[in-house]
């Protein structure tokens, strides 16, 4: 089955730098690559999304990023804001043949901002 | 739409009883995931339905763990007898199958403590 790294655990940034949170998978038939955002105590929510027909997607201060050859995704927050504090994940999906639908989850980055 | 909708928000039992967890997906979606959240193991996935009818349950840990949907607007998730292990919390998510892929939705979650 799929399998997905995240990397690094946690990261500390001053407010204002930029964050970069990277992820690698296994299943060349991965089409779909989510990010979600955790705060405390809630669940996990959609930040951003890329597909696999595009190589670059922007949405404000986010970014995401991904090479289908390395097999390899990452999330760029610019400008970020104590707010930004939050566990982010990145998953992955392929919309055919087994285990289609599914999302495999990296094991998420808690991202602490530092005013 | 409420969103995805989890019942209770928290639960503490006694190790040996029966927990039951509920969720009601979105109206519409397909596909509905449980999935088990620790600091140890992050995000697993425990069994999703398609269209009502359990896909992969290879997630689920042990015998004591079973997963209904006896309807596209209703899931539980049951453990029994629960043990202090078991303690975590409980997500589940919903997401519509299209050729493009879509997000997946999640609840609030249920946190379990057994004691």
């Known amino acids: 089955g799929e399998n997905v790294e995240q990397h690094p655990s946690t990261l500390s940034v001053q407010e204002g730098d930029s964050a970069v949170i990277k992820c690698t998978y296994s299943?060349?038939?991965?089409?779909?690559f989510p990010w979600y955002k955790q705060e405390l105590g809630k669940g996990p929510q959609l930040i951003i999304d890329?597909?696999?027909?595009?190589g670059e997607k922007k949405d404000q201060r986010i970014a995401v990023t991904l090479n289908k050859t390395a097999k390899h995704f990452s999330l760029h927050i610019t400008e970020t804001q104590p707010e930004d504090s939050a566990v982010y994940f990145c998953?992955?999906?392929?919309?055919?043949?087994?285990?289609?639908?599914?999302?495999?989850f990296g094991k998420g980055t808690k991202l602490s901002v530092i005013p | 739409d409420a969103g995805v909708i989890q019942s209770p928000r928290h639960e503490v039992t006694e190790m040996g009883q029966e927990v039951t967890l509920r969720c009601k997906p979105i109206?519409?979606?397909?596909?509905l995931f449980w999935y088990r959240q620790t600091m140890m193991r992050g995000l697993e996935l425990l069994i999703y339905?398609?269209?009502?009818?359990?896909?992969?349950d290879s997630g689920m840990p042990e015998d004591r763990f079973s997963a209904k949907m006896p309807n596209a607007s209703f899931s539980t998730l049951k453990i029994q007898p629960s043990e202090p292990r078991d303690s975590a919390v409980y997500f589940c998510?919903?997401?519509?199958?299209?050729?493009?892929?879509?997000?997946?939705?999640f609840g609030q979650g249920t946190r379990l403590t057994v004691v």
């Open positions: 998953a992955a999906s392929k919309s055919r043949g087994a285990g289609s639908y599914q999302l495999t």
């Open positions: 998510a919903s997401r519509l199958s299209d050729r493009l892929n879509t997000e997946a939705f």
């Open positions: 109206s519409g979606h397909d596909y």
């Open positions: 890329i597909r696999s027909n595009v």
């Open positions: 339905f398609n269209n009502n009818v359990p896909i992969d």
């Open positions: 299943d060349s038939a991965s089409n779909y």
